[in-house]
């Protein structure tokens, strides 16, 4: 019998079912790959498994007995241990204190105070499972990520966890970081322990799981022993068609004309002699692993971070002490990875998100007053050209909005500036197919009217499918450029990996897990 | 900005419907004042008398003025306890300027005008520290407003006591003793000035691209940065207009006392930040509007002088007040809880 | 490197580096400063600041701020001076601390259960204390019997009563922050309050116990206080809520939350005192007073949001290793 049996799972947001029946089941001693697109359901499902929501219907058995649990702390207290994405350590504490900030062991039932000893001896056994060497009093704050989410898993230990949820554990961590995540799990599995790993990097998946589950638009759509389950076919199931469907055909070929001329630009322990041009009418890709510095350059283009040597020239006039406003002045558009915390205002509609970067612009000269109709015309032009799907922009407020629309928000905010510039970063995380096909449209458009773009993207079919030309970073430097028609997904990974050393031979395989 | 988007969602019928309308009008406090105003009238009906009227709307325009600038630091997600300290300050430094008693510019004709130069700068320039220590010294603006404060309130009373044996500047010329309490076309000198004041903070909250780049600020930092807005010199225009403000409602009661006192505003404080607050105008940055701050200074106002004419004692005005502070947050509250389900 | 290295120690020791400087300035400038019974008057004019800023700890530490603690300062000597006035030290504290917690729960059910902000929640409730204790005290000026000013002078070996109640109130905090489950649970809700309702903490026992905390030092502080002063004005108590967080703030709490603990608000307290008593020692023009005090407080969180700074730098992820690592 299952370890862990779900049956038939079913929830609602606001009268809108999100999940529609999933069932699967776990084993002992067995890691269950859970995959799907952003909003195809696997969040919902383990918030529910993990106790932080309610299902409205369907059965979890755990052990042959009935699962319910009503909150974070019974899942726990029943052997289930969640591991978010955003780990819930608290930095400003120690590590022995983080492992028990629930549960501090007592110098005696009676006595409110922490048994530090008792304390200390059970964190460093739980610590030496999991490879951590630093001394349990140390301050979580002073660890890494990949030691952070080390200790997160010390803290399921710690509880006598039977089964481990791991949500996109990988995001944040090196590949060192990763690969010794893996053994944990590897020795985990050998205790018995069953784990549900959630990612998307789908190398990963392969690499560590016994089984897959698929799912999409809240239903499994698939699954299986991981042998029978190749990254193509799991792609395929995620999205529903094929990936040569993705990418729109390009219209315009680009020119010699250069729009962005990058020399010798550094910035030390960030990046190093920076050294390329982007032309009007190009779509120009940068790809890298995670940690390459591929945003920290995107930064310094753009004028929110300094840089030490080099110059940055727009239509061959170079940037003198670059800020964003001036930056913008010379026609570049920058579009963040980090759309919540810096590239939208949340609580505000969508029509003041889209003039906030262009309000000089539509200033009246003598009273510096915001020329409403002006910009409520252009902002309504804006927002059609890239589809914004909403009732009113002047009313509608960003958060309402999905993921995508969102994105689209964005994107009007610097179409609306008709820049020559644009550095995406990003552009398509966390949004559904549909939308990013249409932003692909958007990018296509731009440079068929004469934009330059700069695309940098952890997507390698995303880059092979847009680009004129890829450069490729590692180690804060640019290592390789490949030209379309050169574009081979496999020479472009082995450059973003080169001189990576010990990191890049000790897991060759593994590397995969960026590519997809 | 806020209010407004809320309507138009599905609608429950009669009573409940007009409560939601209330509840999510910008005129709700609006409402409430005249709520009450009625309410109290049968219990004082000399409160509808033009006297009663006349000393509500004097002690509104003072407290409004600083109230408003309030309201430009509260939008950037800032907070300006500076504010009573300006006041006493700038009344002070005023005073010394064109007091008959050795002022700067005693009997002087430029003495009232000097002066009022003087308090203005004042303002300006404690604003300005606020903002750098803020803006360039990243240093939290509750502690920076609160040392400035501090040290502006003592400031005060030592620059007393070199122009005065007694504890406040008096002997003011009679040129700027009218300008306080005279009128011009029937209306009092500081209504011209408050209205002037609200107008124009009114036009460039709601209209201008500072405006807009205020409650940018105030709403994300890091993308109104990302979007080319120059974040510091906002941020610092917000504290410099705050500043200016708090100066210029020194300058109505230094008029109304007809004396620079160092302890003038010292308790008036938590009735700025209460007002602004009853407004509407978030303490977390990016809502606020004039309208709603003038709203609630009249509301705050009107229960004052209610209570004292109730001839209810200091007790009971202070702990109505503190009531009513409470009740308006939580009202704001769950408005905010109501919205966040849409 | 090496050179920002060597500014984060100066940083990190700067209040200490500023109270020796203080010491060493009015210890020049008068012999009697430096003596044994001037530093014990320092301590017990310190005490009641002190405890308050204790209480004022536990709720800065949740990234909260209780801005009530000079009004119930006051109500409960009301209640003390009024309803209490026969009732022995023993059990009137007791009764004034009770008081204070209720006060604070109060607080806390706006706070935690209708989610207004602290700030202003305790903006109103200090308006509202102020209100009731001038209610009790019929806004008349209130004097105590001898029982309680005796303790002005009392000692317990050769220690000052006023230093008692202060030590012990310290190292109870100073347990309980440390040695707890609650203590550490405070300063995990402070750090961040979504993680802690996923870990399992039971976030609004800890928020409303904090509040509960600050309103019973509130109490405490009030007796301390009106044991020195004699009596209790309308004006009693009045923006000790600035000093206590000024405090806190000096001892490196901050206002986010999560960082500081009680040391550091009593060494903040005790070197806010200390230059007052300095300053009254060398007979400085009692204007200045505030002066000092509020440059010295500025110098200090300047110092802190520097050493922050720097440190916020040096966290930044390294991409590449070009010298040696950090």
Known sequence: ?????????????????????????????????????????????????????????????????????????????????????????????????????????????????????????????????????????????????????????????????????????????????????????ERLRGRGIAMIYISHVLGDVTRICDDITVLRDGAVVGGGPVAQMPTERMISLMVGRTLDQLFPERTATPTDTPVLEVRGVSQPGVVHEIDFTLHAGEVLGIAGLMGAGRSELARILFGLDSFKTGTIAVDGVAIEAPSPSVCMDRGMAFLTEDRRGEGLMMHATIADNIAL???????????????????????????????????????????????????????????????????????????????????????????????????????????????????????????????????????????????????????????????? | MIATSIAGEARPSGPRRLLRHLLFSEYLVLYLSLAYFLAVLPFVPQMASAEVMRNILSDMLPLLVVAIGQTFVLIVAGIDLSVTSIIAMASVVGASVMTGDGGYLADSALAVPGAMIAMVLVGLAIGAFNG????????????????????????AIWFTTFHTETSSIANLPHGFVVLGQGNLGGVPHALWVVAAVGIAAHLVLARSVLGRRLYACGQNRRAAAVSGVPVGRVIAAAFLISGACAAVA?????????????????????????????????????????????????????????????????FSVFAIKGCVILLAAVIDAVRTRYAARF | MNATRLRLVLLRNAPVALFIVVLAVFGSLSDRFLDAQNFTNILIQASHIAILGIGMTFVLLTAGIDLSVGAVMYLSVALLGIYLADVPPLLAVPAMMAAGALFGLVNAFFIVRLRVAAFIVTLATLFIGRGLALWVTETRMVFYKDH?????????????????????????????????????????????????????????????????????????????????????????AMEKEFAAVAAAVLGGVSLFGGRGGVAGTVFGAVL???????????????????????????????????????????????IRIEERPV
């Open chain 1, 1 to 185: 019998m299952a370890l862990l049996d779900c049956e038939n799972l079913r929830k609602s947001f606001f009268g809108v079912e999100v999940l529609h029946g999933v069932s699967f089941s776990l084993d002992r001693g067995r890691v269950l790959g859970l995959v799907g697109e952003n909003g195809s359901g696997k969040s919902t499902t383990m918030n529910i498994l993990g106790g932080v929501l309610r299902r409205d219907g369907g059965r979890i058995r755990l052990d042959g007995a009935d699962y319910e649990p009503r909150g974070p702390k019974d899942a726990l207290a029943r052997g289930i241990a969640f591991i978010h994405q955003e780990l819930n350590l608290f930095e400003n504490l120690s590590i022995e204190e983080n492992l028990f900030i629930t549960g501090f062991p007592r110098l005696g039932a009676a006595i409110p105070f922490i048994n530090r000893g008792r304390m200390r001896r059970r964190a460093r056994e739980l610590l030496e499972q999991v490879d951590i060497r630093h001394p349990p009093g140390t301050p979580v704050g002073q660890l890494s990520q990949g030691e952070r989410q080390l200790v997160e898993i010390a803290k399921a230990l710690s509880v006598d966890a039977r089964v481990i949820i791991f949500d996109e554990p990988t995001t944040s961590l090196t590949r060192r970081e990763a690969d010794r995540l893996f053994g944990i799990i």
């Open chain 1, 357 to 516: 970067a262009s309000l000089d612009e539509y200033a009246s000269p003598w009273t510096r007053f915001v020329e409403r109709t002006r910009l409520g015309d252009e902002v309504g032009r804006i927002g059609q050209k890239v589809r914004m799907r909403a009732a009113d922009p002047m009313a509608t407020l960003v958060r309402h909005l999905s993921g995508g629309n969102q994105q689209k928000v964005v994107l009007a905010k610097w179409l609306l500036r008709e820049p020559k510039v644009f550095i995406l970063d990003e552009p398509t995380r966390g949004i559904d197919v549909g939308a990013k096909f249409e932003i692909y449209k958007i990018i296509d458009t731009l440079v068929a009217d004469g934009a330059g773009v700069l695309m940098i993207s952890s997507e390698m079919e995303e880059l092979i499918g847009l680009c004129d030309r890829i450069l490729v970073m590692n180690h804060g430097e640019i290592q390789a450029e490949f030209r379309r028609g050169d574009f081979d997904s496999g020479r472009i990974l082995e450059a973003a990996m080169r001189r990576r050393g010990t990191e890049a031979a000790a897991a060759p395989a593994a590397a995969m897990r960026e590519a997809v």
């Open chain 2, 132 to 155: 750098f220590c803020v803006n360039r010294l990243g240093m939290p603006p509750f502690i920076v407003t609160l040392t400035t404060m501090m040290f502006f309130s003592g400031a």
């Open chain 2, 250 to 314: 020194s300058i109505l009661y230094t008029g109304r006392l007809q004396t620079g006192t160092p302890i003038l505003g010292q308790t008036i404080l938590l009735d700025i930040i209460g007002a602004v607050v009853i407004g509407g105008t978030s303490l977390f940055g990016g809502k606020g509007k004039v309208l709603w701050t003038v709203f609630g200074v009249l509301f705050l106002v009107l229960i004052d002088t209610s209570l004292k004419m109730l001839g209810l004692s200091l």
């Open chain 3, 148 to 236: 309680i000013l005796s303790l002005a002078r009392a000692e317990w070996l050769g220690v000052p009563w006023a230093i008692w109640v202060f030590a012990i109130v310290f190292a109870a905090a100073w347990l309980v922050l440390n040695h707890t489950p609650f203590g550490r649970q405070v300063y995990a809700v402070g750090e961040n309050p979504d993680a802690a309702a996923k870990a399992g903490i039971n976030v609004p026992l800890v928020l409303t116990a904090v509040y509960a905390v600050s309103g019973a030092c509130a109490g405490i502080a009030g007796f301390v206080s009106i044991t020195q002063v004699g009596a209790a004005a309308s004006s009693f």
């Open chain 3, 272 to 318: 806010i005192q200390t230059v007052q008593n300095g300053l009254v020692i060398v007979n400085a023009d009692p204007y200045i007073y505030p002066l000092v005090t509020s440059s010295i407080i500025f110098l200090a969180v300047f110092v802190d949001s520097q050493r922050s700074r720097i440190l916020e730098r040096l966290g930044r992820r390294r």
